[in-house]
């Protein structure tokens, strides 16, 4: 899940997230970004790897040993997060996401990132994120296109349990003429899988009928 949680950042800003030239200056990188291990989970470090990284005073707290040539910038999460998706306004699709859709994907990457295994965030658990659920925008998207679709449905069902004379007017509550339903839809799959041909049907559609007949009968 660690890893996970560093390849998502990375997708998203284009950039490693704890890029680093060996495994100190790595943990220099993290600690400064997440902060430091709490003391317990780094006494049950390997003693030889955690004296090269952190010091330990009387007091029993740790100090991180800074690497060769690292700086801290004191950039969190949030900072890396947020600073990409100021830069992303305005680009081609960035309409489509909304701020919350980036404070869940905070939310979700942090819980990757927690030091301790035994409380970092399960692969279950991580799929109930609300991070993959649908964004208010395209929830809303899909509602008006949902409520457009169904109610095409429903007036195709109407036609079809009904049949041309039983359609009524939306608006005004009149029978609709046959004929100016049909024109106005030249789909001719739909008119015949509905019982009727288009009473608006050319010359040269009845020739072509005409002449898969006869090349049938010839058969």
Request: proline share 5%.
């Amino acid at each position: 899940m660690w890893s996970l949680g560093c390849i998502l950042v990375e997708l998203f800003t284009g950039e490693p997230l704890f890029g680093g030239r060996d495994e100190h200056d790595q943990m220099c990188r993290i600690c400064d970004c997440l902060g430091m291990p709490s003391a317990t989970f780094l006494d049950r470090a390997s003693p030889s790897k955690l004296s090269k990284m952190f010091l330990k005073d009387n007091s029993g707290e740790y100090h991180l040993i800074p690497s060769k040539g690292f700086k801290a910038n004191g950039k969190t999460l949030f900072d890396i997060i947020t600073a990409k998706a100021l830069k992303n306004q305005g680009k081609k699709g960035s309409s489509r996401v909304l701020p919350e859709d980036y404070r869940k994907f905070q939310e979700l990457v942090e819980m990757m990132l927690i030091f301790d295994p035994n409380e970092r965030i399960k692969p279950d658990h991580a799929l109930l994120s609300p991070f993959f659920e649908k964004s208010s925008f395209d929830s809303n998207s899909n509602s008006n296109s949902n409520s457009n679709s169904n109610s095409a449905i429903s007036n195709e069902n109407t036609l079809i349990k009904n049949g041309p004379s039983g359609l009524v007017g939306m608006s005004s509550g009149n029978r609709v003429n046959p004929s100016s339903h049909i024109s106005q839809n030249p789909n001719p799959y739909s008119q015949h899988r509905l019982g009727y041909v288009s009473q608006t049907e050319t010359t040269s559609d009845k020739n072509s009928v005409k002449r898969r007949n006869n090349r049938k009968t010839k058969m």
